[in-house]
């Protein structure tokens, strides 16, 4: 894992197509702004794990173990 420190208006690039802008703090909150081409998906951590747990129940029918 990388980690970086940023401030308040700084960027970081993942690739060419990627940019990832911190545009405030608050107290033990960041707030991110992410700039990625239509066909890449950015997704918070729990919309991810919902979206692969409901794939895991369509193959094999029953929810992931975890």
């Known amino acids: 894992m990388l980690v970086l420190g940023r401030k308040v208006g700084e960027r970081l690039f993942v690739g060419a197509d990627i940019e990832v802008v911190v545009l405030?703090?608050?107290r033990n909150h960041v707030k991110l702004g992410i700039i990625a081409?239509?066909?890449i998906a950015v997704r918070?951590?729990?919309?991810?794990r919902r979206i692969l747990a409901a794939q895991a129940i369509q193959?094999?029918?029953e929810p992931p173990q975890g």
Not at 44 to 48: D, L, N
């Open 59 to 61: 193959e094999t029918g």
């Open 24 to 26: 405030g703090t608050h």
């Open 44 to 48: 918070r951590e729990e919309v991810q």
């Open 37 to 39: 081409p239509k066909e």
